[in-house]
């Protein structure tokens, strides 16, 4: 079992950062990756960046360039720094944990992150 917290979301104008945080604690079990998703009103939740437990990264084509996701092993916490952000990046985001050795898929609670032009 996992529990993850969220925090870092909020308005921002456009041009603007913000840091994402997603903090997981876990009992017994190992992470594996770490990812963030994102969902607009009206739209299916999709992929923003996931970084393995090695420190592989993959980026979604839209934000490649403005965001860079990055972990913390020892404090198993994942981070989305974004940057340049636009008004098309307004959506709630999650995070994501998979455990080993189940490959268990755990979501966040989610964070409301808004671009205003």
């Known amino acids: 079992q996992v529990q993850l917290v969220e925090s870092g979301g909020g308005l921002v104008q456009a041009g603007g950062s913000l840091r994402l945080s997603c903090a997981a604690s876990r009992s017994g079990f190992s992470i594996n990756a770490m990812g963030w998703y994102r969902q607009a009103p009206g739209k299916q939740r999709q992929l923003v960046a996931v970084?393995?437990?090695?420190?592989?990264?993959n980026y979604a084509d839209s934000v490649k360039g403005r965001f860079t996701i990055s972990r913390n092993n020892a404090k198993n916490t994942v981070y989305l720094q974004m940057n340049s952000l636009k008004p098309e990046d307004t959506a709630v985001y999650y995070c994501?944990?998979?455990?080993?050795?189940?490959?268990?898929?755990?979501w966040g609670q989610g964070t409301q992150v808004t671009v205003s032009s």
């Open positions: 994501l944990v998979t455990l080993l050795p189940t490959y268990n898929d755990y």
């Open positions: 970084i393995s437990s090695g420190g592989s990264t």
